[in-house]
């Protein structure tokens, strides 16, 4: 049997035809694909705009500078994360705060968040950064109301759950992303996730003022509309400092095609999250489902106490699981920064069990159940 990975793209026919005939159009990048993908996408998780940006990391990026964060700005975010996720308030030179994870969805507690807010005066932090973390999305109707409460902003890291949602207290689907409780969206297209564009990424907002913001930056701060002057047609003006954090056309042309796929995708990872369940019911730990909730299932995670032997185990089986992740605040830039200290209990107690088994659509019933049976003998003896 040949290798498995933990996670991998799914490309086919009609993906690849989609990217050579944008290559072969006037456009390789600004042309019409780009506002497809935009439309399409802003459509599917139900958010009034989408803007596309060259991977979710600039889009976290302009995510904070577009909510005015700034230098000796405060944030809070989970420590059970890609380093992304927390990065992006470092950019803006604010200051990361780290509360614990929910020791059974593995999500960011409400209550950890909510004990660090009422333990600092008044105005102290600016936002959260709740990750829908392997697929499973946090119940934003509740942080809203926390925000709200304490007048901070709310980044939704949405990078492993297209397609996912929760549902609210009006019995409403939420779908990951769609604005209703946090401000922006931040979606990430690299090839182990569930749409790849190669490098990918879009934002997803309800507010015509951060759209527009989003977009300035994502281009150089430049723009053609209200300038001070107009010198003729050539004309522009560079109205802020921004970025090129541009998606191509032909990576948009993909991620059209990729899309179009992602609900059978979702569907398809669900079922094999439901054979690991059912094979592992009672025995070994996996991430909890709250009701109402669709776990869009980019990992699938379970705890193990040899973590580091299972892994070996594996992988000398050709199984390669994975571990997401090494606690943030645990990276030696972190600890440089003073974060050695941070007492997130649940967080450094998940790290060190949880491994991550295969999860793509593409799996075969037949690995799958080659997965099943390693981890059994591992476990059982
Ligand atoms: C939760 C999370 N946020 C952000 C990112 C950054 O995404 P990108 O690689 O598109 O910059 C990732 C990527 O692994 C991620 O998993």
């Known amino acids: 049997m040949n290798k498995i990975p933990y996670g991998r793209q799914n490309i086919d026919q009609n993906d690849i035809d989609a ?19 935009e439309v399409k996408f802003a459509e599917y ?6 803007v596309a940006v060259n991977n979710a990391t600039s889009g976290l990026h302009l995510s904070v500078l577009a909510l005015n964060l700034y230098k000796g700005d405060r944030v809070i975010t989970t420590p ?51 990750v829908d973390f392997a697929g499973l999305p946090v119940n934003m109707e509740e942080f809203r109301a926390l925000a709200d409460m304490h007048n901070l902003w709310i980044i939704e890291d949405a990078c492993h759950a297209p397609g996912g949602f929760f549902t609210d207290s009006k019995s409403e689907k939420n779908f990951c992303g769609n604005g209703n409780y946090s401000d922006i969206g931040v979606f990430s297209f690299h090839p182990v996730k569930h749409i790849a564009c190669g490098e ?13 913001k989003l977009m300035l930056l994502r281009t150089h701060g430049i723009t053609k509309e209200n300038m001070d002057e107009n010198h003729g047609n050539w004309y522009y003006e560079m109205i802020e400092l921004g970025f090129n954090y541009r998606l191509t056309d032909f990576q948009s042309a993909l991620g059209i095609t990729q899309l179009a796929k992602n609900k059978k995708g979702v569907d ?60 943030v605040h645990t990276m030696p830039y972190y600890k440089s920064i003073g974060y050695s200290e941070a007492d997130l209990r649940n967080a450094e107690k998940y790290y060190s069990k949880c491994i991550s088994l295969p999860m793509y659509p593409a799996l075969s019933n037949e690995e799958q159940n080659f997965v099943i049976e390693q981890v059994n003998h591992f476990v059982n003896g």
């Open 19 to 37: 990217v050579v005939l944008t290559l072969q159009s006037d456009y390789l990048t600004q042309g019409p694909k780009v506002k497809e993908f």
């Open 268 to 327: 398809r990872r669900n079922e094999i999250a439901e054979t690991y369940e059912k094979a592992f019911d009672g025995k070994i730990k996996f991430q909890d489902l709250p009701n109402g909730t669709y776990n869009a299932h980019h990992l699938f995670i379970i705890e193990v106490e040899n973590r580091k032997e299972l892994y070996d185990f594996l992988h000398s089986n050709g199984i390669l699981a994975q571990i997401h992740y090494v606690p």
């Open 45 to 50: 998780v139900g958010a009034k705009y989408a």
């Open 200 to 212: 990918g990424g879009m934002l997803t907002t309800n507010s015509k003022e951060l759209y527009d």
């Open 80 to 130: 059970i994360t890609f380093a992304a996720s927390a990065n992006c308030i470092r950019y803006a030179g604010a200051e990361v705060w780290f509360a614990d994870i929910d020791p059974d969805t593995y999500l960011l507690d409400i209550n950890s968040v909510k004990e660090l807010i009422e333990s600092k005066p008044k105005g102290f932090f600016k936002g959260i950064i709740p």
